[in-house]
């Protein structure tokens, strides 16, 4: 089945404001036996040494996206004639001429999959690919009792205001792709559950200490691409907004409360209800007041003992907020979703 394959004259180039460009490059090939148009791409790719993600031989930002074949229908023995075009872009993520947009069904679990990775490097096998990532900034609101500045939030009697005010805090979301070619039920039981050792996030470089990442969703959906059956899953992380504000140390998803109640040690009684009037542990004497129970809850330093926050006297060291680290959330080795 001799073929002889020769280029023509009539190549395409298209470039437009953003740089995309795209280019063709044409073919004529001739068979002395008749082959089916599958048979004929094959035969011009293994002579040319075009394949998909081949780069262009005049500019290597130029990848190949597309080869087609059309017979022609006036073709006959003893030279069955084929129209061959390869098409080239340097935009393979989006815009250009062939790039993978990702139709069908599972169009969205293929259409990102190695997005960003140089054409010629990309893996053709899909459970053999690396991983996904995808970063994107948002807020979340959470209780404080504290501004960023580290003022409490009290009001003009010094007491804290109810209920807590909120903010909107800076956090993360990490989108995370991967193949399996079984379903990896097993990771649905750590939904919800934060990370127990410092992780870094591969590709993005993304680095956190313990507790600062939640398990928070994972999506898995079968795929045929390639000869290839395998599933598609998806996790999603997201950074904890907790800091103390006290100490400006990052939480994460550890949970800083304020230590609060209505009952407090004393130098004279042992825990108990603390009633309007009594004195505070950073007070001088104490104030008028009607010596009914408190019927909002006060600050209580780390010892449990009733304290004015924001006080000025000279016991101003057990002036501030006092916070309790809580950890709502069960942890485990989140390095499980990468290996």
Not at 115 to 122: E, F, K, V
Not at 157 to 179: F, L
Not at 255 to 272: D, W
């Given at each position: ?14 470039v437009d404001a953003r740089l995309i ?61 084929y129209s061959v075009s390869a098409s ?189 009037g009594e004195k505070a542990r950073n ?57």
């Amino acid at each position: 089945m001799p073929v002889t394959i020769s280029e023509r004259p009539d190549s395409t180039d298209s470039v437009d404001a953003r740089l995309i460009r795209n280019v063709s490059r044409n073919y004529d090939m001739h068979s002395t036996t008749r082959m089916s148009a599958v048979a004929a791409s094959l035969a011009f790719s293994v002579d040319q040494n075009i394949y998909i993600n081949t780069v262009h031989p005049d500019l290597n930002t130029l990848y190949c996206s597309t080869i087609s074949v059309t017979e022609n229908v006036n073709s006959a023995e003893p030279f069955h004639h084929y129209s061959v075009s390869a098409s080239y872009t340097n935009n393979f993520d989006s815009g250009g001429a062939g790039t993978s947009g990702g139709g069908g069904s599972a169009g969205g679990a293929t259409a990102g999959q190695q997005q960003g990775t140089p054409p010629d490097q990309r893996v053709d096998n899909p459970v053999l690919r690396p991983v996904d990532i995808k970063v994107s900034g948002q807020t979340m609101q959470v209780s404080l009792r504290q501004d960023a500045n580290g003022k409490p939030y009290i009001n003009t009697a010094g007491d804290p205001i109810s209920p807590a005010p909120t903010r909107a805090v800076p956090t993360v979301k990490i989108t995370i792709g991967r193949n399996y070619l079984i379903c990896p039920g097993n990771m649905f039981q750590h939904i919800g559950k934060i990370n127990n050792a410092e992780i870094t996030i591969p590709i993005a470089n993304l680095k956190y200490p313990a507790y600062g990442l939640k398990f928070a969703t994972l999506d898995a959906e079968p795929v045929y691409e390639s000869g290839i059956s395998y599933w598609r899953v998806t996790y999603t992380l997201e950074q904890g907004p907790n800091r103390n504000y006290q100490t400006g140390e990052y939480k994460g998803w550890i949970t800083p409360a304020a230590s609060m109640g209505r009952r407090a040690l004393s130098f004279s009684f042992p825990v108990h209800v603390v009633v309007d009037g009594e004195k505070a542990r950073n007070e001088f004497a104490a104030s008028t007041g009607t010596g009914q129970p408190l019927p909002e809850p006060i600050f209580l330093d780390k010892d449990g003992f009733y304290i004015k926050v924001g006080d000025s006297s000279a016991t101003q060291a057990y002036a501030v907020v006092h916070y309790i680290d809580f950890q709502p959330d069960q942890a485990f080795n989140m390095m499980e979703l990468f290996n």
